[in-house]
């Protein structure tokens, strides 16, 4: 049996960052996986958004100000700087690496990494014996006196062998399904305000873009806000969107009359202001016969089209398997401020493993770097 100090489960974000900033030099890092951070090949469609400019707690479901007072996007990018990688901002404080490629990312963790990889290993069983840890894998036996759970959100079946208890690990950044938007299918929304209702009237929303599936919503809005059906709703509630949030129901009401004018058949009223599938969609919701005139449009019928101009609703009731990280995980009030378990000396838990989860936008890696870090420097 091999015998160390430290033991990483996961050599993901967190557990590589762990395995960097640690002065320990008695580590083992395990993963199933044939090369460590091989995730963030795939992460930023192949970029690897690493982290944010704007990073504050305002974009995770949770207050992690101190812990980015110990280990922010500052830091961040300096630690990775020290270590090789280039970076660039784009106008939405989205870092990647200079180059445009997730391997850069992952060629500079390789590098640098010092200790001991047990890769292409799946850990199967974890024991306590004589207050130390033993971890099987596929092929072996390691002992360690302290273990970093950063098996992001496969932990579950760890946890639950370390007795450590945590919330349910559910899809959250994922497209929305169920809705009846077969005829918008492929159709894209930009500079729209989308919120998300839950059945107990909870309500988030953000400005931004939709992408209409057959089925469904997608679109990074509507991953974001997807976060607050993860956690209050089993994903059912409804989606509606202001298509002019510049502009007031009342002014919205005026600029459909003023359109009347036009003289066109109504259902060619908003060509020109609206997308055909769109302009569809909101006679559709406002149940207006569109085979008339448009000068023969009544008030009450113009207040009806302003109404579903401000508030296009679609109902949805489930999500779809693509998902880019999970909600549940370890609660932070049962760790300590250094990551540790209160339940289980000796156990840390870092990124996904633990119970947040951050926005689009690099702020899910920011949370992996940050917590791998604290655990690190805290061995
Ligand atoms: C398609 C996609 C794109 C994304 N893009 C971004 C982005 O651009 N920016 C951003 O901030 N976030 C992004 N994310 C989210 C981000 O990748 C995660 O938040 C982050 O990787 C979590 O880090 P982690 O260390 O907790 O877990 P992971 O990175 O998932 O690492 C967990 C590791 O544990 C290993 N493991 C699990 N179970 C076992 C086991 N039993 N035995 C051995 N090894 C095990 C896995 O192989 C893995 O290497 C994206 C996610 C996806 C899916």
Redesign the pocket.
């Known amino acids: 049996m091999k015998k160390y100090k430290v033991a990483i ?9 762990c395995a960097l900033s640690t002065k320990q030099k008695s580590v083992a890092l ?4 044939t090369k ?5 090949l ?4 192949g ?6 400019t704007n990073l504050n707690s305002s974009f995770y479901n949770t207050d992690l100000e101190k812990f980015f007072d110990v280990f922010d996007q500052n830091k961040t990018l300096k630690f990775f700087q020290n270590i090789g990688l280039e970076t660039y901002a784009d106008e939405e404080g ?1 870092v990647y690496p200079i180059s445009n490629f997730a391997k850069s990312v992952v060629d500079v963790i390789e590098n640098n990494l010092k200790c001991d990889l047990f890769l292409g ?4 069983k974890i024991a306590s014996e004589n207050g130390k840890f033993v971890i099987f ?1 596929e092929k072996e036996q390691i002992e360690a006196e302290k273990i970093v759970v ?6 579950a ?2 946890l639950n062998q370390l007795k450590i208890k945590h919330k349910k690990f559910t899809p959250s ?1 994922v497209a929305l399904k169920g809705a009846d938007t077969h005829d918008l299918n492929g159709t894209k929304l930009s500079n729209v305000l989308v919120s998300a209702v839950c059945e107990d009237g909870k309500k988030k929303s953000q400005m931004g873009e939709v992408l209409f599936k057959e089925n469904g919503l997608s679109g990074i809005v509507v991953f974001n806000l997807s976060t607050l059906f993860a956690r209050k709703s089993n994903y059912c509630g409804e989606i509606e969107i202001d298509l002019l949030p510049k502009l007031t129901y009342r002014q919205v009401v005026e600029k459909v009359k003023s359109r009347k004018a036009l003289n066109v058949r109504l259902d060619k009223m908003f060509v020109g202001m609206f997308q055909n599938s769109v302009a569809n969609e909101i006679f559709k919701q406002a149940k207006i016969n569109t085979n008339k005139p448009s000068e023969n449009l009544a008030d009450s019928e113009a207040e009806k089209i302003a109404n579903s101009i401000k508030s296009l609703k679609f109902k949805v009731d489930s999500c779809y398997d ?4 999970l909600c549940g995980g370890v609660e932070l009030c049962d760790l300590t401020d250094k990551l540790e378990s209160k339940q289980r000396k000796g156990v840390y838990v ?5 119970d947040v ?2 926005e ?9 770097w940050t ?2 870090y604290i655990i690190g420097k805290g061995l």
Do not use: H, Y
């Open positions: 489960l996961g050599a993901g974000a967190s557990g590589v960052m395990i993963d199933s996986s460590p951070a091989k995730k963030l795939v992460t930023g469609n970029r690897c958004n690493l982290t944010n989205r290993q799946k850990i199967e894998t950063a098996t992001g959100g496969s932990s079946e760890i950044l693509n998902f880019q990280v870092a990124g996904e493993a633990v989860d951050g689009c936008g690099g702020f899910n890696l920011q949370w992996a917590s791998g």
